[in-house]
């Protein structure tokens, strides 16, 4: 279990940087433009596709066993991690408490982004049944 443990905390970390960067370009240049919803839409394919390529090369450069119930632990890693760690930008980039940060996941833009963040976290698996069925 070492392995997912390692390979978790690689895949968020990879893909919190992308994240962060096309997050604050949302937040400057779409959303003005199309609104909180739409740029979100917009975010949601790029960081999607970011995630989907990270994980499958995280498991591979690491040698993560292609097992489901290791990719379902990096996966929870990943997720936990990016759980903090946007709580903690959203207090002191944003300035907003965590019943507020929380609050957000009540519209669009926030169940939006929930919904990509467990589609992040299920990907190693996702990846990992795949690729056990390829075999077959």
């Given at each position: 279990m070492g392995v997912a443990i390692r390979a978790g905390f690689l895949y968020f970390a990879l893909v919190f940087v992308a994240g962060f960067v096309l997050g604050a370009i949302r937040t400057f240049l779409l959303t003005p433009v199309l609104g909180d919803t739409f740029a979100v839409?917009?975010?949601?394919?790029?960081?999607?596709?970011i995630s989907w390529v990270v994980s499958r090369d995280t498991i591979s450069r690491l040698g993560v066993p292609r097992e489901v119930p290791t990719g379902l632990m990096m996966g929870a890693v990943a997720f936990a991690l990016l759980l903090v760690a946007e709580a903690?930008?959203?207090?002191?980039?944003?300035?907003?408490g965590l019943a507020e940060h929380f609050r957000a996941?009540?519209?669009?833009?926030?169940?939006?982004?929930?919904?990509?963040?467990?589609?992040?976290?299920?990907f190693p698996a996702l990846q990992m049944l795949w690729a056990g069925s390829r075999r077959r």
């Open positions: 839409l917009v975010e949601l394919p790029a960081m999607l596709l903690i930008a959203d207090r002191f980039l944003a300035g907003r996941y009540e519209f669009a833009p926030g169940l939006l982004g929930l919904g990509a963040q467990i589609l992040f976290a299920l």
